[in-house]
C-alpha cells in the first residue's frame, strides 16, 4: 500500500467525491491512473487530495472530467506510510483533531479534568491556520473576547486590538506552558468506526491512531470555498482563494509584476479589507459580487461596537436562545466603503462565465483581470470524516448535533462549528465556553480525574 499525496496547482479543479475511495484507479505496471467521475465541480487546494494505492508508483496520470484531459502529476509524491497499524503509543482515549484555539482549548479543560487527550495537527505547529492568515491582520474582537482558557485577563489590555502575530505567538505559549499533548505533522486522512470494538480507527500521516472518542476541531480554514463558473478551469486567468494571499507581494508574485488589475469576488469584511490594501499598494481593484454590498460601521461607530458587541451578543443569546441566527460580517463602512463610492473600485454583478483572458458578467461588460481572487468564505474542514455516514439537519444544511455529539455516529463531537450549541460557537469566545461544557460532559462520561494530571495555568 502506498499513499499519494497530490500537490495540484493552485488553480486546478477537481470534482465532487475526488477524496480516496471517489476517484476510479485504475493500476497498471508502473502508472496509476485517477479517474474523475463527471459530476459537479469542487475546487481543491494544493495538496489536499490523498488517494490510497496499492503501492508507489512511476507516474501519475490524473484524468479530468468532460474534457478527458490528462494532467500527469509530476509532483505527486508516492510514498509508503510509517505505520501501518496502532501500537501502544497511537493509542487514546481522546483524540482531538487539529491544534487551533478549539483544540487547544479543549485539550486544557481536558487535563484540567485530569482527562488525558491527544492532538493531531497537520501543520508544523499550533495555530496553522493563523500562520496563513493576512499578514497585518487583526482579530475582529477584543482580547477579552479570544483568551483561552486558564490564560488570565490582563495578558493584554481588555480592549486591547490583538494582532495576528500576537495571537500566534500566544497559541504557540500556551501550548507549551500547559504541556498539551500536539502531535504536529500528522495530518488526519480518514476516520472509520470498527465494526466490533466500537472504536475509532484514525488513518494519518504518520499512521493509524485508535480511540473511544473523536473530537473533530479542524475549523474552516483548511477548506475554502470556491463558487463554480462556467469556463473557470479552462481559463488563463490566474485565480485564487483568499485563503492563499497574505500580503500585495503575494499577487505580484502571481501576475509578475507590481501593478495589475485585480478582481475580487465577494462583498464582505475580507473583500473590504484585502480591496483597501491592494488599492493602497497601486493595484487597481474592481469587485464581483451577487447581491447588494451592506457596509458595516465606520471608524467611530466601530470604536463603540467593537467594546459593547460581547455584551450585546449576550442580550441576544438570551431573547432569542439557543437558535438565535449568526452575526453576519459586512464589509467595513470606511475606507472600502469610500473607495467604492468615488469609483476608485469598479463593481460588477456576478460572473457569468470565464473566458480565456476575460470574465463575462451578468449584465454583458467585460473584464480582463490579472487576477481572480475569491473572497467567498469557507467550509468546515469535514473530508476526513467523508466515510462516517455524518446525519446532517435538512432545514440548516448543518450538522446534526446533540451537545456537540454526532447524532449519527456516537462518540464523535464537533467544536468550532458555527451553531454548535450557538451562534458564538464558531468564534473564540464562544469555542472557550463549549470546550468547558465538552470536557465536563466527556468527564462524566470516562469518570474520576487522575489528581497529577492538572495542568499548570498559562502565564
Ligand atoms: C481572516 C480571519 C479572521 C478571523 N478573526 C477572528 C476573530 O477575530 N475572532 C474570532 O473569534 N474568530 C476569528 N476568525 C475565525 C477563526 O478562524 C476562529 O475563531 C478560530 O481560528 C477557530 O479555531 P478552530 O480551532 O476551530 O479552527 P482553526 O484555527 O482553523 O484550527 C483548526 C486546526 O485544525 C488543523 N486541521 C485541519 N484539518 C486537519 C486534518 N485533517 N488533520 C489534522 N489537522 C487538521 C488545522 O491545521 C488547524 O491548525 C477569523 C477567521 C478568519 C479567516
Known amino acids: 500500500m502506498a499513499l499519494v499525496d497530490f500537490r495540484s496547482d493552485a488553480n486546478l479543479r477537481v470534482p465532487a467525491g475526488s477524496n480516496r475511495g471517489h476517484a476510479f484507479v485504475s493500476e497498471t505496471d508502473n502508472t496509476a491512473k485517477i479517474n474523475f467521475p463527471d459530476n459537479v465541480q469542487i475546487y481543491i487546494p494544493a495538496r489536499r487530495l490523498h488517494f490510497t494505492l496499492r503501492r508507489p508508483y512511476e507516474n501519475l496520470a490524473i484524468v479530468l472530467p468532460a474534457s478527458n484531459q490528462v494532467t500527469t502529476c509530476s509532483r505527486a509524491v508516492t510514498r509508503t506510510p510509517a505505520v501501518r497499524s496502532p501500537n501502544s503509543e497511537n493509542q487514546a482515549e481522546i483524540v482531538i483533531i487539529g491544534a487551533g484555539p478549539a483544540g487547544l482549548s479543549l485539550a486544557f479543560e481536558l487535563q484540567r479534568r485530569g482527562l488525558p487527550c491527544l492532538i493531531l495537527e497537520k501543520g508544523s505547529s499550533v495555530g496553522e491556520s493563523w500562520k496563513k492568515m493576512p499578514r497585518d491582520m487583526k482579530l475582529l474582537s477584543p482580547w477579552k473576547c479570544n483568551r483561552l482558557p486558564g490564560t ?29 499533548p500536539v502531535r504536529a505533522e500528522t495530518a488526519v486522512y480518514s476516520v472509520e468506526k470498527g465494526p466490533h470494538d466500537n472504536r475509532f480507527r484514525i488513518e494519518t500521516s504518520r499512521g493509524v491512531f485508535c480511540s473511544r472518542v ?17 469556463g473557470g478551469s479552462e481559463s488563463a486567468i ?25 478582481l475580487i469576488v465577494g462583498k464582505r469584511l475580507s473583500a473590504g479589507q484585502i480591496m483597501v490594501e491592494l488599492a493602497g499598494a497601486g493595484f487597481t481593484v474592481a469587485l464581483a459580487h451577487r447581491t447588494p454590498i451592506r457596509y458595516g460601521s ?40 469610500r ?33 481572480v481572487l475569491y ?3 469557507f467550509r468546515p474542514a469535514l473530508e476526513h470524516l467523508s466515510s462516517l455516514e455524518l446525519a446532517i439537519c435538512k432545514q440548516s444544511g448543518r450538522l446534526e448535533l446533540q451537545d456537540l455529539e454526532s447524532t449519527s455516529v456516537p462518540g464523535l463531537y464537533f467544536l468550532g462549528l458555527d451553531h454548535g450549541r450557538n451562534f458564538r460557537s464558531r468564534f473564540i469566545r464562544g469555542i472557550r465556553e463549549d470546550a468547558a461544557f465538552l470536557a465536563e ?14 495542568p499548570v495555568a498559562v502565564a
Not at 239 to 250: C, F, I, K, S, T
Not at 444 to 452: K, M, Q, V, Y
Open 441 to 454: 460532559r466527556l468527564h462524566r462520561s470516562f469518570g474520576r480525574p487522575l489528581p497529577d494530571q492538572r
Open 152 to 180: 488570565p485577563n490582563k495578558r493584554f489590555g481588555r480592549h486591547y486590538e490583538i494582532s495576528r502575530a500576537e495571537f500566534l505567538e500566544y497559541l504557540n505559549e500556551y501550548a507549551e506552558s500547559a504541556a498539551l
Open 298 to 337: 465606520g471608524p467611530f461607530a466601530w470604536w463603540f461596537l467593537f467594546r459593547m458587541f460581547p455584551w450585546l451578543e449576550l442580550l441576544k443569546l438570551k431573547l432569542k436562545g439557543t437558535q438565535a441566527p449568526s452575526n453576519d460580517v459586512p464589509m467595513p463602512g470606511g475606507l472600502p466603503r
Open 339 to 371: 473607495l467604492i463610492a468615488r469609483g476608485q473600485v469598479q463593481t460588477f454583478p456576478q460572473i457569468e462565465r470565464f473566458e480565456r483572458d476575460e470574465v463575462l458578467f451578468a449584465d454583458g461588460r467585460r473584464l480582463k483581470p490579472d487576477l
Open 375 to 377: 473572497a467567498t468564505g
Open 214 to 230: 473523536v473530537v473533530n476541531a479542524a475549523g474552516y480554514f483548511s477548506n475554502p470555498f470556491v463558487p463554480q463558473i462556467a
Open 238 to 262: 490566474p485565480q485564487r482563494h483568499v485563503a492563499d494571499y497574505r500580503e500585495p507581494q503575494d499577487v505580484s508574485l502571481i501576475i509578475g509584476k507590481s501593478t495589475g488589475l485585480v
